[in-house]
């Protein structure tokens, strides 16, 4: 939704707002469903839980193309985070069952690799599409991919219920309850939910900063999106292979520098070259990156065996959660003069942005001492 919000915006006349209403719709939904699916993460084969809110979520995205105006899309939005917000809670804990700690930063870089080229590298693929055919045509592009890896999943990923021996005979409603409870948990998910605020309130909103303050045409806003998602995909493996080597929360402490300096300078900018635009995405994306990598590391490092997909579900429920606070509260600091114009208030973004990656640093220190003593499988 985040490159769509310079054509979005102006084609069903909607306020920023709006805007930020529609983007968080997604992230309220998929932390509803988190806390839904919690209880029951662990009850079942992996793949088979993959599978089933991967359908509901092409369902949804199908709805999103269809959808022909504001309300639709609003309900459509909703549908498809109640499912796919769960899917990236599976994806981790998937991981988590399939590799040891020591290699978890190299894993986490391969992953945050995918969602880049998922998420910046199909953004120039969408504005080229919108430009052609619609702000609709991506979301059906997304459906159409969606559905040929549905079939690869089912074809090629073998069944993940190695967690289903450790199960004690709890009901789910129990088995949330003690999840939520458990102390050790409880600062992973205060940080997890810092970490995502920041990066929700600056998200929606950089593709109408980027044409209507830092002067660059819908023509060359895919060229920023792309080169940026090179240089994700390029520092993600890096990363992951240099929180293994070095430590995981000292590369996420450079990665808390690199954001914090980029931020500001970003959030801050007027009128720019294009050349200048794309260099401080790329560094910016490299000080996220430098963060969300390791800290991931470390987070699958918290939660026992037999509890792991519902402390995931949970967490990532949290993070969509707040991101929804994020973009809301960035829709109402932000604001555009009617008729348009430059989008105000944006450095604001930024200084909150540095101010949440200054309290993570300081949590994610006592996480990264809390993941020294692995925790362990407690009999009912």
């Known amino acids: 939704m985040s490159p769509l919000g310079a054509i979005l915006m102006p084609a069903l006349n909607i306020s920023p707002s709006q805007f930020g209403v ?5 992230a309220f939904s ?7 699916a919690a209880g029951f993460a662990d009850r079942f084969d992996r793949k088979k839980l993959l599978l089933f809110f991967y359908a509901g979520f092409i369902l949804g995205t199908f709805l999103c193309g269809i959808a022909p105006n504001f309300y639709f899309l ?3 939005r909703i549908v498809t985070g109640l499912f796919g917000g769960v899917i990236g809670a599976i994806v981790l804990a998937i991981t988590t069952d399939l590799f040891p700690f020591s290699m978890r930063g190299r894993v986490m870089g391969v992953l945050q690799t995918a969602f880049a080229a998922s998420q910046i590298l199909g953004l120039p ?13 991506p979301f059906m592009m997304i459906v159409g991919m969606a559905a040929i890896v549905g079939v690869i999943i089912i074809a090629n990923l073998k069944p993940i219920d190695g967690h289903l021996k450790l199960q004690s005979d709890r009901n789910p409603f129990h088995h949330l309850k003690d999840t939520i409870a458990t102390p050790r948990y409880l600062l992973a998910f205060a940080a997890t939910g810092l970490l995502s605020i920041g990066g929700y309130m600056l998200m929606p909103f950089s593709s109408a900063f980027s044409v209507n303050n830092l002067g660059i045409t819908m023509k060359e806003l895919p060229m920023v999106y792309l080169v940026t998602g090179l240089g994700a995909i390029v520092t ?26 980029m931020a500001v300078i970003y959030t801050r900018l007027g009128v720019t070259p294009l050349h200048t635009v794309i260099l401080v995405n790329v560094l910016l994306f490299v000080g996220i990156f430098s963060r969300i990598i390791p800290a991931q590391a470390m987070m699958s490092a918290v939660p026992a065996a037999d509890s792991r997909g519902s402390f995931m579900a949970i ?11 994020g973009s809301v ?3 109402m600091i932000v604001s555009q003069p009617a008729g348009g114009g430059p989008i105000l208030h944006f450095d ?20 990264h001492r809390m993941v020294a003593v692995p925790a362990v499988a407690q009999p009912a």
């Open 74 to 76: 609003l309900f459509a």
């Open 315 to 325: 967490n990532s429920s949290l993070q969509q959660i707040a991101g929804g606070v």
């Open 125 to 137: 693929i969408g504005l080229y599409l919108s430009a052609h055919w619609g702000w609709h045509a």
């Open 348 to 367: 604001l973004l930024g200084d909150i942005l540095v101010l949440t990656v200054l309290i993570t640093a300081v949590m994610m220190y006592f996480i």
């Open 329 to 331: 509260v960035a829709g």
């Open 22 to 26: 529609v983007v968080s719709a997604y």
């Open 236 to 261: 993600g493996p890096l990363v992951g292979k240099l929180s293994d080597k070095f430590g995981k929360y000292r590369v996420f402490l450079f990665g808390a520098v690199m954001t914090i300096i």
């Open 30 to 36: 998929a932390g509803i469903a988190g806390f839904a």
